[in-house]
């Protein structure tokens, strides 16, 4: 069974347990700084990935980091991941967890290249766009890419919006290959 199919079980099993006992908000906030801490410490994944090293250090060792800053309910959570011996994917069940999550709540997450940086009133104008089309509350990630030439290139999932000056003169090329400006 892939790593994806298994971190999406243990993240669904861990949804379920926070709408039951409606703590969504609060794990969703551990569960990010655990998230965070993974993905920033090096020897934390090396840690976790470690088949030398006993599950009952790697419990102590994540209890110990996180007790100030998660809750029991997280706490425990990651202990079963390494009882289960699950610990090496935490930061993909981690992913699928925000995955799912963001699912329930209607959101989409788009990441947006731009040539330069665009207004409040073009990022605005751009939420606008993409919740209409997606139907969703729309979280933008603006970055600048200076390959882009003019325009922007917006990735929804795996749909790539390719609104960049490029692109549209590559279709305005095979247009009039094609013979059909007009249409």
């Known amino acids: ?32 700084t655990v998230k965070n801490a993974v993905e920033a410490s090096r020897e934390l994944r090396l840690m976790l990935a470690s ?14 980091v996180f007790k100030k800053k998660a809750g029991e309910l997280v ?25 799912l999550r963001d699912e329930q709540l ?32 729309v979280e933008i990630t603006f970055s600048l890419d200076k390959t882009i030439k003019g325009g922007f290139v917006a990735r929804v999932g795996d749909t790539v919006l390719d609104g960049s000056v490029k692109r549209q003169l590559e279709i305005l090329k095979l247009k009039l290959k094609q013979g059909s400006l007009n249409n």
């Not at 790593?3 to 569960?31: G, H, W």
């Not at 088949?51 to 110990?64: D, M, N, Y």
């Not at 990441?111 to 751009?126: G, I, P, W, Y």
């Open 106 to 137: 209607g959101i989409v997450r788009v990441r947006v290249r731009t040539s330069v940086d665009f207004s409040a009133k073009q990022e605005k104008d751009l939420t606008k766009q993409l919740e209409t089309m997606t139907k969703k509350k």
């Open 75 to 99: 706490l425990g959570y990651l202990e079963q991941i390494v009882a289960k011996g699950r610990e090496n994917i935490l930061g993909e069940i981690l992913t699928q967890y925000f995955i």
């Open 51 to 64: 088949p030398v090293i006993a599950k009952e250090k790697k419990q102590g060792v994540l209890r110990e």
């Open 1 to 32: 069974m892939s790593n994806v199919r298994i971190a999406t079980r243990y993240a669904s099993a861990l949804m379920e347990l926070t709408n039951e006992q409606k703590k969504s908000d609060a794990v969703a906030n551990d569960l990010q």
